[in-house]
């Protein structure tokens, strides 16, 4: 099964004709239809709309067709309870998690040399 034939299942499971679901993710209906048509391979940037927009869908199933298709409770809900859980580089809200780094820093900028100072 390829990745059209999954997105193809996302539209029957909600019910939707291809011109709905295009408008719903965000995309022209000639770029939905050329990638159930076997014209074209869907970008990432269409794969990434159809998982924002029906987040239950396990991104890894869409992609590779590995697992299932729903996303279960326990990879849905990030509480503090799941310790295996680890911080990504693109987590919001890590950027100056420490205390001290929360300070501004005072720093002076240099003057540019003069004209005059430059070598010719």
Do not use: C
Request: without cysteine; aromatic residues 6%.
């Amino acid at each position: 099964m390829e990745i059209k034939d999954r997105i193809r299942m996302i539209m029957e499971r909600e019910k939707v004709p291809p011109r709905v679901f295009a408008e719903t993710i965000g995309v022209q209906q000639s770029t939905l239809s050329h990638i159930l048509n076997d014209r074209n391979k869907p970008s990432l940037e269409v794969v990434m709309k159809v998982h924002q927009k029906y987040d239950y869908v396990n991104l890894e199933w869409l992609l590779y067709g590995k697992g299932e298709m729903m996303v279960s409770e326990e990879e849905t809900s990030f509480s503090s309870s799941n310790s295996d859980y680890l911080p990504s580089l693109f987590d919001e809200n890590l950027i100056n998690s420490s205390k001290e780094s929360a300070i501004p820093e005072n720093r002076k900028e240099m003057p540019l040399r003069n004209a005059e100072n430059t070598p010719k």
